[in-house]
């Protein structure tokens, strides 16, 4: 079977009638902080450069501002002056020289903005920017009108094939359309009809400006997921209305992003909300575009066979992976790196202010600097470990032209990952073992399973350079009673060495702590090889939303259908308002004194909290850990001291580096390189792991 008859509707042709799209994949918007670096234009053209060579068929650039109130933080991209749109030129030259179509995204974050020169259309404070916005006057809404579209005309200079207007997620044009953030009495609030007036006016303006053979793409918020949003007959009534104005596509987006429910977290299954864009679908003329947790050409596929949509956007899936199409166009499925939905290198350094990258590809975003090119010596290389960094280093060093030998203790490859992936939401990471395993033997690694192997077997075998990546081992913590037969290592609990009973306690409330208490508190763990099913039309979707609370058919405002009745405005989020009787009790204990688990992920901590919270699992600060006996575990918090009496103590308090080869092979004067956890042990971190084990392999 050909790749064109296993992906037909995925891989045909778009018509737009001034112009064709190559196919039914666009790229959706992600700001990678290049476009505000020094010499970053460059570094974006080499990044959209190799996504449009790599098949896309239509891209969008991270968010523009139109003005500088509109900037998502001081220092934000903007589009507002000639100057501007030169330095744009040398994006769209490289992309269309790679045969690709790209338009340019205008967003105005409103009361988003992360600076005192925020404005809305009415001053009332965004739950996530400690800025009080100003509220726009009459004269100011008809000036970033006008912004909008000189944004769009400079884009058009700037060798852009269109623009998509920002509508979604909460920002400015959202503010203006939902009434709990528009309190306006003049023509621009109000009734529903003047306050979608501000989205129909910029479409209409623009398209007047730009003529008709230009793309404009409107991202429509289908679902609000925040209380007080958008209904169903209002989300329809506005997408006809900018279908009228001149819109070429309409985008989908989904949450705002101070909604309290995961819409692109790796727990959230595969086109979870594809059947909202599929009833949109039936409503409009024009194209429409549908998104979120695709991650696979499969699943993009059997979206467009069903009908939920004339497109599909995939944003991570081209951080992770720039050949994607390609790879799905030339029959080599397997070799694509899928994205896991991770957000650790990519939107977790966004707000970090640091340069977007993606885990399970360190090279993207750094394409200028990051390169593989062919070894000028060809090496015999052995690598001890296959967890994440040795993985990550033998695959490329082999890809260099090195002679790689990778020995592995385990009868399997992975290492943490075969831990990450029995965790319930984190099923993604056998994706990216199936990748290693591909590369592995397409670049002809000889792989040694079951083999631990010694430094004088090493020096027999005559390596040139050796590299140990031999990860790490528990840290077994000093507390009297430590040796009690109550007590484990989150090693046996996820390697299921042991039963654990119906009441534990987990010292150390990191990453580890936060999934062994999702592991024991799942009802229904992932088998091997689960992915939660392929896509929205599946149960899979059905529990997710059922859990969180989440109105498919958005009939209640925002789509939330679960609010709480003494305080409708609440942020409390669907999961934490659910009364699910818990699997097992558990308590989740830190030393330290503050919020539990303050050190996990930005965009996916709450997450993490909240679900736990959802589970009934009890989560302490500030605990000193007295002795662990027959009776359970003695602990004293703030002054009073209490014994939980639990069945287990699962201990998750730290890692100590395992290198037990590195003085042997210093000794014998071998050429020894020491990456991942085996250099440092800290939370287990595949990020720094693999980003490691690729600088190593570009190096030698």
Not at 96 to 104: N, R
Not at 246 to 252: H, R, V
Not at 604 to 619: C, F, P, Q
Request: aromatic share 6%; glycine share 8%.
């Amino acid at each position: 079977m050909t790749s064109h008859k296993k992906y037909p509707h995925l891989l045909s042709p778009l018509n737009l009638g001034f112009t064709q799209i190559r196919n039914r994949v666009l790229m959706g918007s992600m700001h990678t902080g290049l476009e505000e670096a020094r010499c970053g234009y460059a570094k974006l053209a080499r990044f959209y450069a190799e996504r449009a060579k790599g098949g896309v068929g239509l891209m969008v650039t991270g968010g523009i501002s139109p003005n500088l109130a509109g900037r998502v933080s001081p220092l934000g991209a903007q589009m507002s002056h000639l100057y501007h749109a030169w330095k744009h030129i040398r994006i769209t030259e490289a992309v269309h020289q790679e045969g690709g179509k790209i338009a340019l995204q205008i967003l105005h974050a409103g009361r988003y903005a992360y600076h005192p020169l925020a404005v809305a259309p009415s001053s009332i404070q965004s739950p996530i920017s400690p800025f009080r916005p100003w509220k726009l006057s009459g004269r100011c809404i008809e000036k970033t009108l006008r912004d909008f579209v000189r944004c769009a005309s400079l884009a058009q200079r700037a060798g852009y094939d269109g623009v998509e207007v920002m509508g979604s997620e909460g920002y400015l044009i959202n503010q203006f359309i939902v009434q709990k953030t528009n309190l306006r009495k003049d023509q621009w609030g109000g009734c529903y009809e003047n306050r979608i007036q501000f989205p129909i006016e910029i479409v209409k303006r623009i398209r007047d400006k730009v003529g008709p053979n230009f793309i404009i793409i409107y991202r429509l918020s289908m679902l609000d997921l925040i209380e007080g949003g958008s209904n169903w007959e209002e989300i329809v009534h506005l997408g006809k209305e900018i279908e009228k104005a001149g819109a070429s596509l309409i985008n989908t987006g989904i949450g705002w992003h101070e909604a309290r429910i995961p819409t692109i977290a790796t727990m959230v299954p595969r086109a979870a909300f594809t059947s909202i864009t599929q009833r949109m679908k039936q409503e409009l003329k024009i194209p429409l575009i549908t998104t979120n947790r695709i991650n696979t050409p499969e699943v993009a596929e059997s979206i467009l066979a069903a009908g939920h949509a004339d497109m599909v956007s995939m944003a991570r899936p081209f951080l992770a992976d720039p050949e994607f199409v390609l790879k799905a166009s030339t029959g080599r499925e397997n070799e694509i790196n899928t994205c896991i939905g991770c957000n650790q290198a990519c939107l977790d350094h966004v707000f970090q202010g640091k340069r977007a990258s993606c885990l399970v590809n360190p090279r993207a975003c750094y394409e200028t600097q990051l390169n593989y090119f062919p070894a000028k010596h060809r090496r015999k290389i052995g690598v001890v470990g296959a967890g994440p960094a040795g993985l990550a280093f033998a695959t490329t060093a082999a890809q260099r032209g090195h002679e790689v030998t990778l020995y592995e203790a385990d009868s399997q490859i992975g290492g943490q990952f075969n831990l990450a992936k029995q965790i319930p939401g984190k099923e993604e990471f056998n994706e990216t073992l199936r990748y290693f395993r591909t590369q592995l033997e397409l670049h002809h690694v000889n792989l040694k399973l079951g083999c631990r192997v010694k430094a004088t077997e090493l020096l027999k075998e005559g390596f040139e350079q050796v590299v140990i990546a031999t990860g790490v081992i528990p840290r077994k913590p000093k507390i009297p009673g430590i040796d009690h037969p109550k007590v484990v290592s989150y090693l046996d609990v996820l390697q299921k060495k042991v039963t654990i009973g119906p009441s534990v306690a987990i010292l150390g409330a990191g990453g580890i702590g936060f999934d062994v208490a999702a592991f024991l508190t799942e009802e229904n763990p992932p088998a091997e090889g689960d992915l939660r099913l392929q896509s929205g039309s599946y149960p899979a979707a059905q529990v997710f939303m059922e859990r969180w609370g989440i109105d498919p058919l958005v009939k209640a405002r925002g789509g939330i259908a679960t609010v709480t009745q003494n305080n409708p405005s609440s942020t409390q989020s669907a999961a934490e308002k659910t009364n699910l009787p818990p699997a097992r009790q558990v308590y989740l204990l830190q030393r330290t004194p503050g919020k539990v688990g303050s050190k996990l992920s930005k965009t996916t901590g709450w997450i993490h909290r909240a679900t736990l919270k959802n589970k009934k699992v009890v989560m302490m600060d500030a605990v000193q850990y007295e002795q662990i006996d027959q009776q359970g575990l003695h602990i004293e918090r703030k002054g009073k001291r209490q014994i939980l009496c639990v069945d287990h103590v699962v201990i998750c308090a730290g890692q100590e580096s395992q290198r037990e080869l590195l003085d042997e092979l210093s000794k014998a004067q071998i050429t020894t390189h020491v990456i991942g956890g085996a250099d440092v042990a800290a939370e287990l971190d595949a990020k720094r792991a693999i980003r490691q084990g690729m600088l190593l392999a570009s190096s030698i």
